[in-house]
């Protein structure tokens, strides 16, 4: 069994059994404090583990695709959700700096965590039969004025980035 339908290979993806380990701890902690430190320690290995394993990172390359038991879409996915219609995904990828974002979280900010397992049904993405995923709620008012200021200065970053690469 692949990781998903979309490998064609017939190895197993090396994350599939660690997430499925993982999801099975979680689950089991109702502890809210344990569960934060679990999720930061998880968003954290896996970005090591993407950057140990780079080949694993680009699935847009179409010379490798299809070739590799395991891409990026193998990973649980993490989301915040900081407010009405608000929310962001803990990806250190999309955001370099995130640790220390992460290192905010703790059970007194963090309201709930709820685990969507793969197979479990979401009619929000339509993706949802590929992917688990961890949601963290918030509605600390100080966490939120964290995130929106972490949020801001990683758009600035962004474009002064853009502007820098455009320059040379």
Known sequence: MTCFSQ???????????????????????????????LVIDKVLAD?????????????????????????????????????????????????????????????ENIEQIKVKERYDNDIYSYSSGMRSGIVLYTNDKEL??????FLKNQSKEKVETETTIAKN
């Open 144 to 149: 939120k004025k964290k995130i929106r200021r």
């Open 47 to 107: 970005n090591h583990y993407f950057i140990t394993h780079p080949e694993i990172e680009d699935t847009n390359d179409k010379r490798i695709f299809g070739t590799l038991p395991c891409t990026t879409d193998c990973s649980i996915r993490f989301g915040l959700i900081y407010g009405k219609n608000k929310g962001m995904v803990l990806d250190p990828q999309t955001y370099p700096n995130l640790e220390i974002l992460l290192l905010e979280f703790n059970s």
């Open 7 to 37: 490998h064609t290979e017939t190895q197993f993806c090396t994350l599939q059994s660690e997430n499925e380990a993982w999801l099975s701890v979680i689950k089991a902690i109702e502890d809210v404090s344990q569960q934060v430190d």
